[in-house]
């Protein structure tokens, strides 16, 4: 009497709800990816530029990848616009955090960078302006920033960093290195912070290239490996377009490991294929 019934088998009605739970999640995943993709399609296509400004001797290339997981969008982001006087600026940026509301602040950062350089010409200004605006804004995110200013007729670019990676570049007469320019904390964590401009002049062919930390980091990928990979691999490509080394140095970013957004904005200056042009190989 007291001896143990042996387990009941599932009935087909239990079967089939535990298929119905299975095939609900599984949709339920798969909405989630579309959903990612499809806001990362809306970042690209609205919230940042189509097109960047260049004039003759001078190219200019972006590109940018999310995040390969999640929703982990929105950090990462880049700017380009000519300014009143005919100068062209440029900006790249990562954002803390990546989801949809890091994609709002990004919009904010590069709209306020927008309207505050269109009546102050130092980089410095421009930056400690924008840092300013978001501190009083209170929204406890901040970003990392570098600002460049570029005169297309005397080649002489200005540049101001907000605690973001190091710029790379290379010149077509073998020259290269990574840009060691003085910084501010990143923007939106105190108020009246003030950010050292830089000047250098482009006076050679070659290519000034800007990236956001998932283009040269990872996991167990340090910075500074990173940054050396990417200044040989510049170097040598310096001769190709700059869209094509924009592709290249985005896709030298998956030796990373890395799970971060990544965007890469290119500068190349002097002639397309200038002395010491080297293949533009895949």
């Given at each position: 009497?007291?001896?143990?019934?042996?387990?009941?088998?599932?009935?087909s009605?239990?079967?089939?709800?535990?298929?119905q739970?299975?095939?609900?999640?599984?949709?339920?995943?798969?909405?989630?990816?579309r959903?990612?993709?499809?806001?990362?399609?809306?970042?690209?296509?609205?919230?940042?530029?189509?097109?960047?400004?260049?004039?003759?001797?001078?190219?200019?290339?972006?590109?940018?990848?999310?995040?390969?997981?999640?929703?982990?969008?929105?950090?990462?982001?880049?700017?380009?616009?000519?300014?009143?006087?005919?100068?062209?600026?440029?900006?790249?940026?990562?954002?803390q955090?990546?989801?949809?509301?890091?994609?709002?602040f990004?919009?904010?950062?590069?709209?306020?960078?927008r309207?505050?350089?269109?009546?102050?010409?130092?980089?410095?200004?421009?930056?400690?302006?924008?840092?300013?605006?978001?501190?009083?804004?209170?929204s406890?995110?901040f970003?990392?920033?570098?600002?460049?200013?570029?005169?297309?007729?005397?080649?002489?670019?200005?540049?101001?960093?907000?605690?973001?990676?190091?710029?790379?570049?290379?010149?077509t007469?073998?020259?290269?290195?990574?840009?060691?320019?003085?910084?501010?904390?990143?923007?939106?964590?105190?108020?009246?912070?003030?950010?050292?401009?830089?000047?250098?002049?482009?006076t050679?062919?070659?290519a000034?290239?800007?990236?956001?930390?998932?283009v040269v980091?990872?996991p167990?990928f340090?910075?500074?490996?990173?940054?050396?990979?990417?200044?040989?691999?510049?170097?040598?490509?310096?001769?190709?377009?700059?869209?094509?080394?924009?592709?290249a140095?985005?896709?030298?970013?998956?030796?990373?490991?890395?799970?971060d957004?990544?965007?890469?904005l290119?500068?190349?200056?002097?002639p397309?294929?200038?002395?010491?042009?080297?293949?533009?190989?895949?």
């Amino acid at each position: 009497m007291n001896r143990r019934r042996p387990p009941r088998s599932a009935s087909s009605e239990e079967l089939l709800t535990t298929l119905q739970q299975l095939t609900s999640r599984a949709r339920r995943e798969v909405e989630l990816h579309r959903a990612r993709l499809e806001l990362a399609e809306v970042l690209q296509r609205d919230m940042l530029p189509a097109t960047l400004p260049a004039r003759p001797g001078l190219q200019t290339a972006a590109r940018y990848t999310p995040a390969r997981s999640g929703l982990d969008i929105g950090g990462d982001w880049y700017d380009g616009f000519v300014l009143p006087d005919g100068a062209l600026a440029f900006a790249i940026g990562d954002v803390q955090g990546h989801d949809v509301e890091a994609a709002a602040f990004m919009g904010q950062v590069r709209i306020a960078m927008r309207a505050i350089a269109a009546t102050a010409t130092d980089p410095g200004e421009v930056v400690a302006r924008t840092n300013d605006l978001l501190v009083s804004a209170g929204s406890g995110l901040f970003a990392t920033c570098t600002f460049v200013r570029l005169d297309p007729r005397s080649r002489e670019l200005y540049s101001a960093r907000a605690g973001h990676v190091a710029a790379v570049w290379a010149t077509t007469d073998g020259r290269s290195g990574v840009t060691s320019d003085e910084g501010g904390l990143p923007l939106g964590i105190q108020a009246g912070e003030r950010y050292p401009v830089t000047r250098r002049r482009l006076t050679d062919p070659g290519a000034f290239v800007l990236v956001t930390d998932g283009v040269v980091e990872g996991p167990s990928f340090p910075v500074d490996r990173g940054l050396d990979a990417v200044t040989r691999l510049v170097l040598a490509r310096v001769g190709c377009g700059a869209g094509e080394l924009a592709d290249a140095v985005l896709r030298a970013a998956e030796q990373t490991g890395h799970r971060d957004d990544a965007a890469v904005l290119v500068v190349r200056h002097g002639p397309a294929h200038g002395p010491g042009h080297r293949p533009c190989a895949a």
